[in-house]
């Protein structure tokens, strides 16, 4: 699931990084520092004295933005999440919950053709890295609950019954699995490959 966006801007200390890169601005400029440091020396040979040396700033500001460093992969994911929420909340009650939650999932997984290439790195350490891995389970309950918040709106449900909570599970499993054909599939769409498995999934249950 995407999560590389800019929706957060800190202004940082004037003094100058030892690299000479320009003093960090935002949440997402460090999470993709960090990010490509990753990538070039693995997740586990990184630590946040060395993400925070090439941003140009202190240890201490580090956590200004990421509570860890196993938070940074993820971005301003928080404000994802809200972008979300928000986007479910305009959509016209006339649409059925299955093409509200199709879409609204499809496009939050779309990003700019620049981003490519990092979203598939930053999707490969977040799926495939098992410390990552552990510590996706509280940013997949915060989406979750988004998914299950609107369902419930929507079948006049509380949002922990069972039934919304059931299609927040399918909605997350539906997008999970997308990522995961994506990364093998480098010429596929990630939106329509989410946008494909909302409809396998109808056609299973339909039968």
Known sequence: MRT???????A???????????????????SRIGL?????RGFDQVT????AEAAGIGRRTFFRYFPSKNDLPWG??????DQLESHLDTVDHE????????????EFNRFPGDDHGLHRKRMELLLKNPTLVAHSTIRYEAWRAVIADFAGRRLDKPADHLQPKTIGQICLGISVSAHYEWLEQEDQSLPELIDSGFRLARDVFLR
């Open 95 to 106: 649409v059925p919950l299955f093409d509200a939650l199709r879409t609204a999932v499809s």
């Open 4 to 10: 590389d966006v800019d929706a957060m801007t800190i």
């Open 12 to 30: 940082e200390s004037s003094r100058s990084s030892p690299r000479g890169r320009t003093p960090l601005t935002s949440k997402a400029t460090l």
């Open 48 to 51: 946040v004295d060395d993400i």
């Open 76 to 81: 301003d994911f928080e404000a994802l999440l």
């Open 36 to 40: 490509e440091l990753f990538i070039e």
